[in-house]
């Protein structure tokens, strides 16, 4: 059984569009994570959900939009979608924040 | 600038030799994590290392943790071609972050 999974895997869209990214993960854990990486792999951490709450907004456009509706759902709604949007985005969660993180495979965005 | 930063970028070694990468860090934290990263995939989690601990083992693979130079080493013993992969160190920022800041990672190309 997948432990974090991600939906699409792969996402090629026109700029001004919107689309969203759904995460869920079946391993009980109480927080979950976005992260964007880059071409040049530097992961770095968009938002942080603990317990449906948002714990962690780091300096990402408001046209991100996060929702988590229960603990093991965490999806990411991007509007307006523009050419420096295009990276890999990760879902993971852990038992704590800043524990063992588990990630899952990854959703390749091309906006074009 | 970074919290956790690789050393080498790159690396490439002959099949059952040893690989090293570095990692340096900037504030007190109270754990490092190593995590592999395969060419089109998730992160996955090697291993955790607490402030108070110098050194873990997990099969082929050892960490230590040098907490008064602010480093820390994953050694990759006797490897293989399937330890291609990028691999990338994690700490929280500081005490009690309720996150992650991973470093860009080390290229490790393992040739048969």
């Known amino acids: 059984d997948t432990a974090v999974s991600q939906t699409p895997k792969y996402l090629v869209t026109q700029m001004g569009n919107d689309k969203s990214i759904k995460c869920e993960q079946n391993?009980?854990?109480?927080?979950m994570y976005w992260y964007k990486q880059d071409s040049k792999k530097f992961l770095k951490i968009m938002f942080s959900?603990?317990?449906?709450?948002?714990?962690i907004n780091e300096t990402v456009p408001n046209r991100f939009s996060p929702k988590s509706p229960d603990k093991a759902h965490l999806n990411l709604h991007i509007n307006s979608l523009e050419l420096g949007d295009s990276a890999v985005y990760f879902c993971?969660?852990?038992?704590?924040?800043?524990?063992?993180?588990?990630f899952g495979p990854g959703t390749r965005l091309l906006v074009l | 600038s970074q919290q956790g930063e690789e050393d080498p970028q790159a690396l490439s070694i002959q099949e059952g030799e040893n690989a090293t990468m570095n990692c340096s860090y900037k504030?007190?934290?109270?754990?490092l994590q190593w995590y592999r990263q395969n060419s089109g995939r998730g992160l996955v989690h090697l291993i955790l290392?607490?402030?108070?601990?110098r050194e873990k083992h997990s099969g082929r693979l050892r960490v230590t943790l040098d907490t008064s130079k602010k480093s820390s080493s994953l050694l990759i013993t006797a490897s293989r071609a399937a330890d291609t992969a990028s691999y990338f160190c994690?700490?929280?920022?500081?005490?009690?972050?309720?996150?992650?800041?991973f470093g860009q990672g080390t290229r490790l190309t393992i040739n048969p």
């Open positions: 993971a969660s852990s038992t704590l924040p800043a524990e063992t993180q588990y």
């Open positions: 391993l009980g854990h109480d927080t």
């Open positions: 959900y603990n317990n449906k709450e948002l714990i």
């Open positions: 504030t007190s934290i109270n754990n």
């Open positions: 290392i607490r402030s108070n601990e």
């Open positions: 994690a700490t929280p920022p500081n005490q009690g972050a309720q996150k992650l800041v």
